[in-house]
């Protein structure tokens, strides 16, 4: 049992689609959508373990190309689930992403997720504690399963949202940037003084060009 444990860890611990979209959801879009998003994972591994038990899993695939189509299905789910994370919050319009995977989204994962099927495959055909009794032995696989499985997505989903509190919008930054640069501006008309006035030409204050060559004529009769 205790070999069966460490196997748990080891293969739940590991970056993987779950964990890995785990933490993007909880980065992209908070703590709170990621839980759906993680109930939904944990609905779905544990319907893949179902299936292993049941043989389920071998009968579909079982089924020539099966896994090459489960496969692909996965592979295109991810880079959707990626750009969707990556785009939250976006105000681009044909990229506006505002809405989280949530509880199907997880489910859809895992039920096409082939690293879901080989750690559940790996877990209940191996490590064998209890061979008098199966179904008891697979209750207590589950129950150990589910033990270790539950904390560590609650883990990865708290660092990614360790990430989405810093929110570092470009409008944030701005903001700052704007607060950071107004003191220094007032700060340096200070230390300047006054503004100096603009220079005057002598005959500024003529109203129209007509009355500077009255002025101009005038001038020599002054003189003389």
């Keep these: 049992m205790i070999a069966f444990v460490v196997a748990v860890f080891f293969l739940i611990i590991t970056p993987g689609p779950g964990v890995l979209s785990t933490a993007g959801v909880g980065s992209g879009f908070g703590f709170r959508p990621g839980l759906n998003y993680v109930a939904g994972l ?16 071998a009968l579909l695939f079982s089924i020539p ?5 489960l496969f692909s299905l996965s592979i295109a789910y991810l880079l959707y689930l990626a750009a969707k994370i990556a785009f939250a919050g976006s105000k681009i319009s044909f990229i506006h992403s505002e809405k989280p ?6 489910l859809a994962l895992q039920a096409i997720n082939p690293k879901a099927y ?18 008891l032995e697979a209750a207590i ?10 904390p560590t997505h609650l883990a990865w989903l708290w660092a990614g949202t360790a990430l989405h509190r810093l929110d570092l919008s470009r409008a944030r930054i701005s903001r700052s940037t704007s607060q950071w640069q107004q003191p220094c501006c007032w700060s340096l ?6 503004p100096l006035p603009n220079p005057q030409p002598r005959f500024a204050r003529t109203r129209s060009p007509g009355a500077l060559l009255i002025h101009l004529m005038e001038a020599p009769r002054r003189s003389g």
């Design 42 to 57: 944990f609905v779905g591994s544990n319907t893949v373990g179902l299936a292993v038990v049941t043989g389920f899993a």
């Design 101 to 106: 995977p949530g509880f199907i989204g997880g």
């Design 65 to 69: 190309g099966m896994r090459i189509a």
């Design 118 to 135: 080989v750690v559940n495959t790996a877990l209940f055909t191996g490590f064998p504690f209890m061979p008098q009794n199966l179904m």
């Design 141 to 150: 696989k589950f129950f150990l399963m589910n033990l270790i499985w539950i």
């Design 189 to 194: 008309q200070s230390q300047a003084g006054p």
